[in-house]
């Protein structure tokens, strides 16, 4: 196998993506398998991850494992590494600055490097570690900005860094997870910047966005503005939220209320002409039950509602409002469900629509649906990574691609 590749692995609270992609020019997908979480009396994959957090290593790393593996199949290549996401309430973001006196000389290659060393000495809690970091803009001489500051004579100089971190007890659990496995880590990534990068374009991150992946556990929120993330956060609520609350009020089994979900519910604000019908299911007993449409749809909604009304208050509390320009893209699983963009929309009183992967080619009749962003993110990422010619003043991160990827270069650099 010929050219350059990745493994890109989406462990969710539902189900294990991996996908298998040629890099360079484009993207191309070449290998896919899948595991969608079951939950019956022998086995309830739901309990090994929650919320975004491995609680089974031993079976989590197996099905990572099995899914990998098969992906490897399927792509008829050689195991290599894998660039994997992160969820879960521990992942956020921080700032930090750095300053230097120039006394009217250039800026160097050097003095850009001692920057970004000095801004990553941030103190962070003692159970955190940076994971990555992006460098932002620099202020020049405290009345100006610049994105490449590198031969700029100047007085004064600021740098910006935006560090991304996580608890280290959940990166440790993950990383032992796919210890399983064959494959080497090469990047942990937070999962709303991979959905971000397989669902947004350069005009919307540089108009300002805000980014909701809607997944099983988490909801991942990401804002950009001027093609710089801004804010960076993940909600431990999500789609088995919603279907934990249809089970619990229409009393069927967890597995029903998921179909139930998506067959027949809905969060639109719009009053259906069926709404008032009733649905005719066998139940888990067997029995032929009838259950309220309009009850159903409430139950979505509510819990919709609750699951915006987190982010709304964050993007409040962070006055992010007046940067997003170019709206609010929704993606994950639970923007399948009908009426999302409608009723969401109304609720930010802002623009909405659905976030599909921006791809085309093998694999796209499958992987173009919001579930799928994460996983076609990670190639995307990686594809970045190795074209990106910014900041080629940051030394090479070294990652090992096995024997495929040599090295690469990027704002993102391996820690």
């Known amino acids: 196998m010929s050219g350059k590749l990745i493994f890109g692995l989406d462990v969710g609270s539902s189900k294990i993506v991996s996908l298998v992609g040629t890099l360079g020019d484009k993207v191309n997908i070449i290998g896919l398998s899948s595991y969608h979480f079951v939950n019956n009396p022998r086995n309830n994959d739901l309990t090994m991850i929650s919320n975004g957090l491995i609680c089974e290593v031993e079976r989590a790393g197996t099905r990572i494992a099995q899914t990998l593996h098969e992906a490897q199949i399927s792509a008829d290549c050689s195991a290599g590494s894998v660039i994997v996401n992160l969820s879960g309430n521990h992942v956020r973001n921080i700032y930090s600055h750095s300053n230097q006196e120039m006394g009217s000389h250039p800026v160097t290659e050097e003095i850009i490097r001692y920057m970004v060393n000095e801004a990553k000495q941030v103190v962070i809690p003692s159970n955190y570690e940076i994971i990555d970091y992006e460098i932002q803009e620099y202020l020049i001489d405290d009345d100006r900005y610049t994105i490449n500051p590198l031969d700029l004579s100047c007085n004064t100089i600021n740098a910006n860094l935006n560090l991304f971190i996580a608890g280290k007890t959940p990166l440790s659990n993950l990383r032992k997870a796919i210890s399983h496995s064959s494959y080497d880590i090469a990047k942990v ?144 699983g639970t923007a399948l469900i009908s009426g999302m963009k409608e009723f969401s929309s109304s609720f930010f009183e802002i623009p909405v629509h659905i976030g599909i992967p921006n791809y085309e080619g093998d694999f796209a009749d499958i992987v173009c649906s919001p579930k799928y962003a994460s996983a076609v993110g990670a190639l995307y990422f990686a594809n970045d990574l190795i074209s990106d010619r910014h900041f080629q003043s940051e030394p090479a991160s070294g990652i090992e691609f096995g024997s495929i990827i040599k090295r690469i270069k990027s704002i993102f650099t391996n820690m």
């Open 189 to 332: 990534v937070p999962s709303g910047v991979l959905s971000a990068m397989a669902v947004l374009n350069r005009e919307e991150k540089e108009l300002g966005c805000c980014l909701i992946d809607i997944g099983a556990g988490t909801t991942d929120v990401v804002v950009y503005e001027n093609g710089f993330i801004r804010y960076l956060n993940s909600i431990p609520l999500g789609g088995e939220d919603i279907t934990r609350d249809i089970a619990s009020v229409m009393r069927v089994s967890r597995n029903l209320a998921e179909d139930l979900k998506f067959t027949h519910g809905s969060c639109g604000n719009l009053v259906h002409k069926n709404n008032n019908e009733m649905i005719g299911i066998i139940d888990h007993r067997g029995e032929n039950v009838n259950l309220s449409r309009k009850l159903l749809n409430d139950v979505i909604q509510e819990r919709v509602k609750d699951i915006l009304g987190v982010v709304k208050t964050q993007l409040n509390n962070s006055n992010l409002y007046d940067i997003i320009n170019s709206g609010i893209v929704i993606t994950g």
